[in-house]
């Protein structure tokens, strides 16, 4: 059973998070994990009730599937019997005549198809010979593999107390054995999941080889194509049963066992349906000593509408239409061969034992619980409306198995109500500060685009000045590469320089160790790495002399040069140096306007500036004092 595949799992791709499973699950068998995407059934809690199944809108939780299996028994030489539960009455009810029902079951390739109603009969007798030598011992049926599961997982004191009969599925595979010897391939058909791991328990899984929903029947129906217009009638394989037909009512087993059903008399009590079961196994295991009673229990209600079943709903047409399916077989039936076979059958041994399974969790401490009745809000008693939307009676049981860690806290409605305003009032919060943000934004690059305007318009003018001057400007970094230079510059220079213009405007990124001689660009070096100006020094380069002042702008980064041609005719003039100084120093005001405009980020270029200026100036003192 170990190697198998969980009854029941949870299909990742189809889950929707929706927790409708973990709000039926009975056994709280359904974890919910913060770290992870979606629930887990866990399967050593899990009794195999199918509500989850049931439940699942998306259709996420799926059950182990024995389509495959059956379809490969089918296959092999050996024969095959295919036994039917009587709820085929309640799920086929678009099946007009059983006989043809029978005949599609053959036609699927099952050599002998019975029907279980034999096998409740003779579990029923045995049920009313327990009960009356029970000398004060009450007992638990045993019918349900749900109920099984849950008093050997959850109460497992109550193990002693469940009849130790095997359920009719069981009986009616052990009669078909013998029938037809041990090779033959059997196969059950009912509305239960969990009759899966039921039919494991016995014989290492070979007294019963598969065990196939009425949902899956019907799809291998489909897969066959076999339809009722297409077959022949045919009548079920005997022994053939008695009351037995009316098993799927939760009260039928106790009228196929002859046992009063009378409040006065009966010594059986009937429940079925989740609720209506975890109330009378709390009441058996607390006051069975009071209600003096056995109990026939059922998880579903009744095998009418179990979660193998296509239908979950219609309960009581569907009740009718298994009472009146009943009747019709008991009226063909020969009592006569009917009571010679039970006498047969009834030798063989049906007993069986249970084994407790103890999946108790112990509750969490009372400081654990309060700290998540404090995260959901409901920290003081009067917070506590139990209003059981997340599936648990109270609030106080929700926060315990949260505590226990297998559920969260967003499944209490009210807590993820909470949180959704709180959610919608820190939204529209941050939607005001965003807007505000988004505001300052925009005018912030309004301003800096008006800056950045100001500033291309005052680099721009300084530049048109740069060019018009007849005074050579260049700008170099540390590594002596040009960053800026003017046109009267590349004119000193020459040639080459010029070819260089041509493909490089104002020389950006030439080298100056290529353009100049050694003398003229070590005292660039000198000031890059003194911090100190060179001001006035002649120099001869080619046919030229040339006056050069070069001063530092960004210590040890850059500096700028003012270079002139000694023997152009702009120099010699006087007149012509007169009229440039009077130019410069007219227009002395509007350069440091244009420095103050361009801001910091034109604080160079504006050094730059002065730099000329004042080289202007001590050489206008300089002329002034020699003549």
Same mark, same amino acid.
């Given at each position: 059973?170990?190697?198998?595949?969980?009854?029941?799992?949870?299909?990742?791709?189809?889950?929707?998070?929706?927790?409708?499973?973990?709000?039926?699950?009975?056994?709280?068998?359904?974890?919910?994990?913060?770290?992870?995407?979606?629930?887990?059934?866990?399967? /050593?809690?899990?009794?195999?009730?199918?509500?989850?199944?049931?439940?699942?809108?998306?259709?996420?939780?799926?059950?182990?599937?024995?389509?495959?299996?059956?379809?490969? +028994?089918?296959?092999?030489?050996?024969? =095959?019997?295919?036994?039917?539960?009587? %709820?085929?009455?309640?799920?086929?009810?678009?099946?007009?005549?059983?006989?043809?029902?029978? #005949?599609?079951?053959?036609?699927?390739?099952?050599?002998?198809?019975?029907?279980?109603?034999?096998?409740?009969?003779?579990?029923?007798?045995?049920?009313?010979?327990?009960?009356?030598?029970?000398?004060?011992?009450?007992?638990?049926?045993?019918?349900?593999?749900?109920?099984?599961?849950?008093?050997?997982?959850?109460?497992?004191?109550? *193990?002693?107390?469940?009849?130790?009969?095997?359920?009719?599925?069981?009986?009616?595979?052990? *009669?078909?054995?013998?029938?037809?010897?041990?090779?033959?391939?059997?196969?059950?058909?009912?509305?239960?999941?969990?009759?899966?791991?039921?039919?494991?328990?016995?014989? =290492?899984?070979?007294?019963?080889? #598969?065990?196939?929903?009425?949902?899956?029947?019907?799809?291998?129906?489909?897969?066959?194509?076999?339809? /009722?217009?297409?077959? !022949?009638?045919?009548?079920?394989?005997?022994?053939? #049963?008695?009351? #037995?037909?009316?098993?799927?009512?939760?009260?039928?087993?106790?009228?196929?066992?002859?046992?009063?059903?009378?409040?006065?008399?009966?010594?059986?009590?009937?429940?079925?349906?989740?609720?209506?079961?975890?109330?009378?196994?709390?009441?058996?295991?607390?006051?069975?000593?009071?209600?003096?009673?056995?109990?026939?229990?059922?998880?579903? %209600?009744?095998?009418?509408?179990?979660?193998?079943?296509?239908?979950?709903?219609?309960?009581?047409?569907?009740?009718?239409?298994?009472?009146?399916?009943?009747?019709?077989?008991?009226?063909?039936?020969?009592?006569?061969?009917?009571?010679?076979?039970?006498?047969?059958?009834?030798?063989?041994?049906?007993?069986?034992?249970?084994?407790?399974?103890?999946?108790?969790?112990?509750?969490?401490?009372?400081?654990?619980?309060?700290?998540?009745?404090?995260?959901?809000?409901?920290?003081?008693?009067?917070?506590?409306?139990?209003?059981?939307?997340?599936?648990?009676?109270?609030?106080?049981?929700?926060?315990? !198995?949260?505590?226990?860690?297998?559920?969260?806290?967003?499944?209490?409605?009210?807590?993820?109500?909470?949180?959704?305003?709180?959610?919608?009032?820190?939204? $529209?919060?941050?939607?005001?500060?965003?807007? /505000?943000?988004?505001?300052?934004?925009?005018?912030?690059? /309004?301003?800096?685009?008006?800056?950045?305007?100001?500033?291309? @318009?005052? =680099?721009?003018?300084?530049?048109?000045?740069?060019?018009?001057?007849?005074?050579?400007?260049?700008?170099?970094?540390?590594?002596?590469?040009? +960053?800026?230079?003017?046109?009267?510059?590349?004119?000193?220079?020459?040639?080459?320089?010029?070819?260089?213009?041509?493909?490089?405007?104002?020389?950006?990124?030439?080298?100056?160790?290529?353009?100049?001689?050694?003398?003229?660009?070590?005292?660039?070096?000198?000031?890059?790495?003194?911090?100190?100006?060179?001001?006035?020094?002649?120099? $001869?380069?080619?046919?030229?002399?040339?006056?050069? @002042?070069?001063?530092?702008?960004?210590?040890?980064?850059?500096?700028?040069?003012?270079?002139?041609?000694?023997?152009?005719?702009?120099?010699?003039?006087?007149?012509?140096?007169?009229?440039?100084?009077?130019?410069?120093?007219?227009?002395?005001?509007?350069?440091?306007?244009?420095?103050?405009?361009?801001?910091?980020?034109?604080?160079?270029?504006?050094?730059?500036?002065?730099?000329?200026?004042?080289?202007?100036?001590?050489?206008?003192?300089?002329?002034?004092?020699?003549?």
């Amino acid at each position: 059973m170990s190697n198998k595949q969980p009854v029941l799992f949870i299909n990742d791709d189809k889950c929707k998070n929706s927790y409708s499973c973990v709000r039926v699950c009975p056994v709280n068998a359904i974890e919910v994990r913060p770290q992870k995407k979606h629930p887990a059934i866990l399967a /050593e809690r899990c009794i195999g009730c199918g509500l989850c199944f049931v439940s699942c809108s998306p259709r996420a939780i799926e059950f182990r599937d024995s389509k495959e299996q059956v379809k490969n +028994l089918l296959a092999s030489k050996r024969k =095959s019997v295919a036994l039917i539960a009587p %709820s085929i009455a309640s799920e086929f009810d678009d099946i007009t005549d059983y006989r043809k029902f029978v #005949g599609m079951i053959r036609s699927l390739g099952f050599d002998y198809v019975h029907e279980n109603s034999f096998g409740v009969d003779l579990i029923a007798r045995a049920y009313a010979d327990l009960f009356e030598q029970a000398k004060g011992k009450y007992y638990i049926t045993a019918n349900c593999p749900a109920i099984v599961k849950i008093i050997e997982k959850f109460n497992p004191d109550l *193990v002693p107390n469940l009849a130790p009969l095997v359920s009719p599925m069981i009986a009616t595979a052990m *009669v078909v054995k013998k029938l037809y010897g041990d090779d033959i391939a059997t196969v059950y058909i009912g509305p239960c999941i969990d009759s899966k791991d039921e039919s494991l328990l016995y014989n =290492s899984g070979k007294l019963i080889e #598969g065990v196939l929903t009425f949902i899956e029947l019907r799809q291998l129906f489909d897969e066959f194509k076999i339809q /009722e217009r297409l077959v !022949t009638m045919s009548e079920f394989d005997p022994p053939y #049963g008695f009351w #037995g037909a009316l098993y799927p009512l939760p009260a039928g087993i106790l009228q196929a066992a002859g046992i009063k059903r009378d409040l006065v008399t009966s010594r059986v009590i009937t429940a079925s349906g989740k609720d209506d079961i975890l109330d009378a196994i709390n009441d058996f295991d607390k006051y069975i000593d009071t209600i003096h009673h056995h109990f026939n229990l059922f998880f579903c %209600s009744g095998c009418l509408l179990g979660p193998g079943m296509l239908h979950h709903t219609e309960r009581f047409k569907r009740r009718s239409l298994v009472r009146r399916y009943a009747q019709k077989r008991v009226d063909k039936l020969d009592k006569k061969l009917w009571e010679e076979e039970m006498k047969k059958w009834s030798e063989l041994d049906f007993s069986r034992t249970f084994t407790p399974n103890d999946q108790r969790i112990p509750d969490p401490p009372e400081e654990a619980i309060n700290e998540v009745l404090k995260i959901i809000g409901k920290e003081n008693p009067d917070d506590e409306i139990n209003c059981g939307a997340c599936g648990y009676k109270s609030c106080h049981e929700f926060a315990a !198995t949260v505590a226990k860690g297998l559920a969260v806290p967003e499944m209490c409605h009210t807590f993820n109500l909470r949180n959704k305003q709180e959610y919608i009032e820190t939204l $529209r919060q941050t939607n005001k500060k965003l807007a /505000e943000t988004k505001k300052a934004l925009k005018e912030s690059e /309004e301003i800096a685009m008006r800056e950045k305007e100001l500033a291309q @318009s005052a =680099s721009d003018m300084m530049n048109n000045m740069l060019e018009k001057l007849p005074t050579g400007v260049v700008i170099v970094d540390n590594h002596l590469k040009i +960053l800026h230079s003017n046109l009267s510059f590349i004119n000193i220079v020459g040639e080459d320089a010029k070819s260089i213009s041509d493909v490089i405007p104002g020389l950006t990124g030439a080298d100056l160790k290529t353009l100049l001689p050694f003398n003229v660009y070590n005292m660039f070096s000198y000031v890059l790495k003194e911090d100190q100006p060179v001001v006035s020094k002649d120099v $001869r380069f080619d046919e030229k002399m040339l006056n050069i @002042s070069i001063f530092p702008i960004k210590k040890n980064k850059m500096c700028g040069a003012i270079i002139r041609d000694l023997y152009s005719p702009e120099v010699q003039g006087e007149e012509v140096t007169i009229r440039v100084s009077e130019v410069i120093d007219k227009n002395l005001e509007m350069v440091q306007k244009i420095g103050f405009l361009l801001g910091e980020g034109a604080a160079e270029t504006e050094q730059m500036l002065n730099s000329i200026i004042e080289s202007y100036k001590t050489r206008k003192e300089f002329k002034k004092k020699n003549t």
